[in-house]
């Protein structure tokens, strides 16, 4: 590790728009020109994981690009690419450089805003784990890798520290949420102050961030060949740290995580108590990247083991019973209540009176979606983009759900994505919904903030998404609508309205993740082969037992 640092942890205080669909699936898994393809340790399948741990890990990494790649210092003028920049994209650019922090000289991540018109800064002059992500892939994609290696290497040395709210002590494992440089010009030190949940809204850990960091960790060695720093002993043991966390046995019957309101990026109470689709898509994520990283060593091979069992009971809960289409939504409706034993076809005694009146208008026929929570006697059935376009990316859904899913935004355009891309959820909750789910959060009114509100950030992964399933064309549609807003409007954290035609009631300017997330969709419809760090194929020994309706029979 590079010398000690002084922390101070708080606590209780060629153009895609000439190519066809087929030509860009060929392009996703094709590596950069000049790079050897290896058969990466993620493709190996779970079954050969399972038997014997034949060698692997990150000498089997599969490489996409150089890591001497920059090409977009200076994006107006770039020359590799043969497409003619959109005006955009170069103030793009040239923001989030704006929103580097530094610590000690070196490039340490982005804060969440630089807003000037803004009067209350509050933890928005933060990096935050989730928020960096975004910036990181953009910067990974443009050849600057270092940056990213600094920001997992500072927050690493973070995790280490003792983390106690009030007088209880938080699990080893857990990433912060942001972090702060402070500089004393006096002095000439710099100081990092991380918020691990202790200073947050709500006082909540984040449960995603180690997910993301993990996720991050595997992209930036995807981009640039350095298998060191995946190989290093403290990133192996933040691994470990995090996946204890979560793969420790208890009280749960269900391989879900168990987790508060307010754990991820939806971060206020909005009835995501239990298990979030969003955590859920990060969490199998998370454990694949690990999969893929972690050596096989003594303390290795134990989570390894744990890792191949839980992806198999994952996969299959989840494809099975957070899965919803026209023909499950018709057996729900169907469902008898109170049944017992293994033969209950309604395993969660969920009362069919309860589904809302306006699932039955929003489902297609054809299409499909992840629905946002199972748990006992209760479906949440919102729509939530992330976790979707996650599921994706890391093969949760297979192939023919991800297919159904890109249906679903086809058909419902206007509701998920409108005249700004993306819905965070759909739909809004109002009224006495509303006073009870959110405590009367004034934030979080109905088509505000995370209660249906618009997020230009979730560009990236709908874009990401897209190119996957071999869909660009809606990536390209949804780009086109941000083009025309994000940088008039001054890049906006989220927009209100059904259809996302206001800023933000208390949206902030220049919004890092705003700007970021349009950076890395732009670049990776350009180049589909940035796909790569980002995604996982989809492991054939996962596929579900159980059969259930399929949208895409309809």
Not at 56 to 85: C, I, K, M, Q, W
Not at 305 to 316: D, N
Not at 402 to 429: H, N, Q, T
Request: aromatic share 12%.
């Amino acid at each position: 590790m590079d010398g000690p640092v002084e922390f101070q942890i708080v606590s209780s205080n060629c153009s895609i728009a000439d190519m066809d669909d087929n030509d860009i699936s060929r392009l996703i898994g094709k590596p950069r020109l000049n790079m050897e393809r290896q058969r990466s340790f993620d493709e190996r399948s779970l079954s050969e994981l399972s038997i014997g741990f034949p060698r692997g890990g990150v000498d089997h990494f599969e490489t996409y690009s150089p890591g001497n790649r920059s090409v977009l210092d200076t994006p107006a003028s770039s020359t590799r690419n043969s497409f003619e920049p959109h005006p955009v994209f170069a103030d793009a650019w040239e923001s989030l450089r704006k929103s580097l922090v530094y610590f000690r000289g070196q490039p340490v991540g982005t804060i969440a805003a630089v807003d000037h018109q803004s009067e209350e800064v509050l933890n928005y002059d933060q990096v935050f784990v989730r928020d960096f992500v975004p910036s990181a892939l953009a910067f990974l994609m443009n050849g600057e890798p270092d940056i990213v290696k600094n920001f997992l290497l500072k927050t690493l040395h973070l995790q280490g520290w003792e983390k106690k709210v009030d007088r209880f002590k938080l699990g080893e494992g857990v990433m912060p949420a942001s972090f702060k440089v402070l500089h004393d010009p006096i002095r000439k030190t710099d100081t990092i102050v991380a918020d691990f949940g202790e200073s947050a809204i709500g006082r909540v850990a984040p449960v995603d961030s180690g997910f993301w960091w993990i996720i991050l960790l595997r992209a930036y060695t995807k981009s640039t060949g350095d298998l060191t720093l995946a190989e290093r002993p403290e990133c192996q043991k933040g691994m470990r740290l995090i996946l204890t966390l979560c793969l420790s046995e208890g009280f749960d019957t269900f391989p879900t995580l168990l987790c508060a309101d307010g754990c991820s990026m939806i971060d206020r109470r909005m009835g995501i108590y239990g298990y979030p689709i969003e955590i859920q898509a990060l969490f199998f994520m998370a454990l694949r990247c690990a999969l893929a990283m972690l050596k096989q060593d003594a303390e290795g091979k134990e989570f390894i083991e744990l890792i191949v069992k839980r992806l198999h009971a994952l996969s299959f809960h989840m494809r099975g019973y957070f899965w919803l289409d026209f023909r499950q939504l018709n057996d729900i409706y169907r469902y008898k209540t109170e049944e017992y034993s293994h033969t209950a076809v309604n395993k969660f005694n969920v009362i069919p009176d309860s589904i809302p009146d306006w699932v039955f208008d929003f489902m297609p026929t054809r299409g499909g979606y992840f629905i946002g929570n199972v748990s006992p006697a209760r479906m949440d059935f919102r729509w939530f983009a992330l976790g979707n376009c996650i599921a994706i990316l890391s093969s949760l859904a297979t192939p023919e759900q991800s297919v159904a899913i890109m249906d679903l935004i086809e058909e419902r355009w206007d509701e998920l994505v409108g005249e700004m891309p993306l819905k965070v959820c759909y739909p809004a909750i109002e009224s006495h919904e509303w006073r009870i789910v959110t405590g009367c959060d004034p934030k979080n009114t109905r088509w505000s903030y995370h209660n249906g509100g618009s997020w230009p950030v979730l560009l990236w992964v709908l874009t990401a998404a897209c190119i996957k399933t071999g869909r660009p064309q809606i990536a390209r549609r949804a780009i086109e609508l941000a083009e025309n807003r994000l940088l008039k409007d001054g890049w906006p954290e989220y927009y209100d309205g059904k259809l996302g035609r206001y800023i933000g009631k208390q949206a902030r300017k220049y919004q890092t993740w705003s700007i970021a997330g349009y950076l890395v969709a732009k670049m990776m419809l350009e180049d589909p082969s940035h796909l790569g760090m980002i995604s996982l194929e989809e492991d054939k020994q996962m596929k579900p037992v159980m059969k259930r309706s399929s949208s895409w029979t309809c």
